[in-house]
């Protein structure tokens, strides 16, 4: 999208979607911290390959947690500093 001019979000459309963003990285680091307990939980009682397996799937469930919230925290800095251009045009105006 452009940055400025016909097109561009408003800065409270780039200050909403933030908001949104980061609620949502909350919701994955919560998601996060829940299996990683889950993973230590299955690595203390490991006793038969039902377990091994549980962890494994765990593991790749943390893997895939662990991708999306870079992409995202990579997306909210890109956001972030629309929203510095965009409050600087503002001020400018």
Known sequence: MPEN???APSLDAIESTLTDGYAEALALEAERSRIERRLGEVA???GDAADVREFA???ECL???DGELAGL???LRNLQ???RTA???RSRA
Do not use: F, I, K, Q
Request: charged share 45%; glycine share 10%.
């Open 87 to 89: 409050r600087d045009l």
């Open 73 to 75: 925290r990579s997306l």
């Open 44 to 46: 203390r009682d490991a």
């Open 81 to 83: 500093a629309r929203r």
């Open 57 to 59: 799937r765990l593991s």
């Open 5 to 7: 001019g016909a097109g």
């Open 63 to 65: 893997e895939t947690a």
